[in-house]
């Protein structure tokens, strides 16, 4: 038997969020929408569950058929990701290949994550990539203004020792293992450049 | 509209001329940075340098007969 929910007059996000809950529960279902928003934004979402959707309209009514998909609907659903955005430095250029246009790719990422939203919330560098946060560096600028925007970068001090660039750290602070470690696991996505 | 520090975008046939191009700034002490090729200019994925325009002159003396420019832009 199929569930008809009544979602004419009210607004956004309401009749998407009850679409969903009938989902949820289980079985087909119909809603009945009196705009086009309300009308396309419950149809995407029935599809981001698995599910299918076919509308008939008529006289500024529209009602949205949803038909569960054969899959079980829970598999379907992503994991959102809450939580920080994490990008990873592990090498001093983007990508492998040629070593110099390696370089140039990462100076524009730089450049370009300055320019760009969302903005991530942490920097990691590691191995090579604490090369890019020491005095003398091409992005050494790009990095600093990242830090005045707020983003935290986080650069490996094992790493900084090993190459003998302590001293010369110009960007972000001295992290350990462990808290390279926590900031990674505790992320909602971590970017590995 | 060109102040002092306003900047320009010279854009490049290829990343190698934009390679060979940073090289001669950087022997001439020409201030400079490599950016993506900005989106309102051209939504390819190329390389171009950006630079003061007050060096506007010097820029394009520097890369006479050396690296061909395709376009000097406003950022």
């Known amino acids: 038997m199929k569930r008809e929910i009544d979602a004419r007059g009210l607004a956004c996000p309401e009749p998407v969020m009850l679409a969903k809950k009938a989902i949820d529960e289980g079985g087909n279902c119909v809603i009945v929408v009196d705009n086009e928003a309300a009308r396309d934004n419950v149809c995407r979402m029935a599809k981001s569950q698995g599910c299918t959707a076919k509308v008939e309209e008529g006289e500024g009514i529209f009602s949205v058929y949803i038909t569960a998909g054969g899959e079980s609907i829970k598999s379907k659903e992503t994991a959102p990701s809450i939580g920080p955005t994490v990008v990873v430095f592990p090498s001093d250029r983007m990508g492998h290949g040629d070593d110099e246009l390696g370089e140039i790719l990462i100076r524009g990422f730089l450049y370009a994550l300055g320019e760009v939203s969302p903005k991530p919330d942490t920097l990691i560098f590691f191995n090579a990539g604490v090369k890019l946060a020491v005095q003398g560096s091409e992005v050494l600028e790009d990095l600093n203004s990242l830090e005045e925007k707020g983003i935290t970068l986080l650069v490996c001090g094992t790493c900084l020792d090993f190459y003998g660039l302590k001293e010369k750290l110009g960007a972000g602070i001295i992290s350990n293992m462990y808290d390279i470690a926590e900031t990674m696991l505790s992320a909602g996505k971590v970017i590995r450049i | ?75």
Do not use: W
């Not at chain 2, 320009?8 to 940075?33: C, D, N, Q, Y």
């Not at chain 2, 051209?42 to 003061?52: A, E, I």
């Not at chain 2, 006479?64 to 406003?74: M, S």
């Open chain 2, 1 to 75: 509209m060109t102040s002092e520090n306003s900047y320009l975008v010279a854009l490049f046939h290829s990343t190698s001329g934009a390679l060979m191009a940073e090289k001669l700034f950087k022997r001439e002490g020409i201030a400079h940075k490599i950016i993506p090729v900005p989106r309102h200019i051209s939504s390819d994925c190329g390389v171009s340098l950006r630079f003061f325009a007050s060096e506007r002159e010097r820029v394009e003396a520097t890369l006479a007969g050396k690296v061909d420019i395709q376009n000097i832009c406003p950022l």
